[in-house]
């Protein structure tokens, strides 16, 4: 029990979830009882924008409350261990709550390079959809990671190769990733991040806690056990509205064949959404025995959003609504803010001012994020403008998306082609209006909110 008059906090991450797959955002076919009532608890935000559409760079935002260009870390390696890490002048929030008598832990993927600011810590890198041998391949070890590894061998001898050998077979190839998981349910990564979570919260805490729990999924592979492989029948599966389109709006050639592989990976995404959504209820059952839902800030968000077969394409890295939009929702200690619905829009690097707000920290003035706060309470709405950012592994290429309420801009360097989207008309992104004479002012005004933010956006330290 923990008897502390600062809240506990609890923030709970999932990767590569989509906005649409939350049954808070009203326009879900996935059931989330657990997260929705989380939502009926605190504030679901309805037009949360990450700041970039990758994991371990949109991570290094959340935990500094600083964009890209700011904290420096604005692209992710090939080699997902090569990728720079967070400059030791940058402090997380995890390092700035120890600093303030919290005690702190992490519990699954939390991608940040290298971990830092955890009192203890347990953890994996990801599933990782690339990787068909635990080890022996030039991208590195399986970033499932040695943690997992050494739980479930001494679980379940050899459990671990199977996981990647079965990755090895031609269906993986063949179902785009989507294959039922080779373990039960009971073995399977997210599982295991619940256990160590729960057996965190189990415990007798003396003092107040920060406690970051990273789900793997819904990221590829799309491996679902037992039952959530069958939860959601393909034949069922209604693909999504920009399934049969190209990025310009016009039709693209499908066959029955690829149509099957794209319902049964939705079919399997959504499965894994609701596998979450129940540890998230174990938890929740957990923490009402033990006293801490009332004195305990809890945060959900992920990290980036998947395409999911938009346009006939899987994956992230650009800065369409399905991959920058994501379900964030804050239910703050003792209910405040009960059943509210935001609106306005936010972002996602607002965690970290939220969390130090509401534990009674310093907010740095280097940090370009906004506590949540005000909304949360009904006494403030949201941002007229969200910035994100993308550069890609190589960084041949990079781009800067301005996100208002009704439209979107985006610029990839000179030579590129702009993009502008009224969202309100078009909101499935099917029209660059660029050279649409009618939005020449709305365009100018969009160039001139990302040029001040970005000019706003100091480089010095938090």
């Not at 037992?226 to 959601?232: H, V």
């Not at 968000?301 to 964030?328: N, T």
């Not at 041949?396 to 301005?402: D, E, K, L, Q, T």
Request: glycine letters at 10%; proline letters at 8%; hydrophobic letters at 35%.
């Amino acid at each position: 029990m923990n008897n502390q008059s600062r809240p506990n906090i609890l923030v709970i991450t999932s990767d590569q979830q989509r906005y649409d797959t939350v049954g808070a955002s009203g326009v879900s076919c996935v059931r989330t009882p657990n997260l929705d009532a989380l939502a009926q608890r605190g504030a679901f935000f309805r037009n949360a924008i990450v700041q970039s559409p990758i994991c371990i760079t949109n991570r290094a935002c959340m935990m500094t409350g600083r964009y890209t260009r700011q904290h420096g870390v604005d692209y992710m390696e090939p080699i997902i261990d090569d990728t720079p890490g967070l400059p030791p002048w940058e402090l997380t929030i995890q390092e700035r709550l120890q600093n303030a008598g919290y005690h702190t832990a992490a519990f699954g993927k939390i991608h940040m390079m290298p971990e830092r600011g955890f009192h203890e810590q347990i953890l994996t890198g990801g599933k990782g959809a690339r990787w068909r041998k635990s080890a022996g391949l030039p991208i590195g070890l399986g970033p499932l990671g040695r943690d997992y590894a050494a739980w479930l061998e001494e679980r379940h001898p050899g459990a671990y190769e199977a996981i990647y050998e079965q990755r090895r077979h031609p269906d993986y190839g063949k179902y785009a990733t989507a294959l039922p998981n080779v373990l039960p349910l009971e073995e399977y990564v997210d599982y295991w991040i619940a256990d160590n979570t729960i057996e965190f919260l189990k415990r007798d805490h003396t003092r107040p806690f920060f406690v970051w729990c990273g789900f793997c999924g819904p990221h590829p592979p799309i491996d679902p056990p037992a039952p959530y492989d069958t939860m959601y029948p393909v034949d069922e599966v209604e693909l999504p509205p920009n399934y049969g389109v190209d990025e310009n709006g016009n039709p693209r050639e499908t066959t029955p064949e690829m149509d099957a592989v794209a319902r049964r990976f939705c079919a399997y995404y959504w499965g894994l959404v609701t596998l979450i959504d129940d540890m998230l209820g174990r938890m929740w059952g957990v923490m009402q025995e033990r006293g801490l839902l009332e004195n305990t800030l809890i945060i959900f968000a992920s990290d980036h959003g998947e395409m999911l077969y938009e346009f006939g394409r899987l994956g992230k890295g650009s800065f369409h609504e399905p991959i920058i939009r994501v379900p964030l929702i804050v239910a703050p200690p003792g209910g405040v803010g009960t059943g509210r619905v935001v609106d306005g829009l936010v972002e996602t690097f607002d965690i970290a001012p939220t969390v130090l707000d509401y534990a009674g920290a310093e907010v740095p003035s280097g940090m370009s994020a906004q506590s949540l706060r005000p909304p949360i309470e009904g006494t403030g709405t949201g941002k007229e403008m969200a910035l994100c950012g993308f550069t890609s592994g190589d960084r041949s290429r990079r781009g800067v998306c301005a996100r208002t309420e009704r439209y979107k801009y985006a610029f990839w360097g000179l030579g590129e082609r702009e993009q502008f989207f009224d969202l309100q008309e078009d909101p499935l992104e099917r029209h660059n209006a660029i050279e649409d004479a009618k939005y020449g002012e709305e365009i100018q005004r969009h160039r001139l909110l990302m040029l001040d933010r970005l000019m706003r956006a100091s480089q010095r330290p938090a």
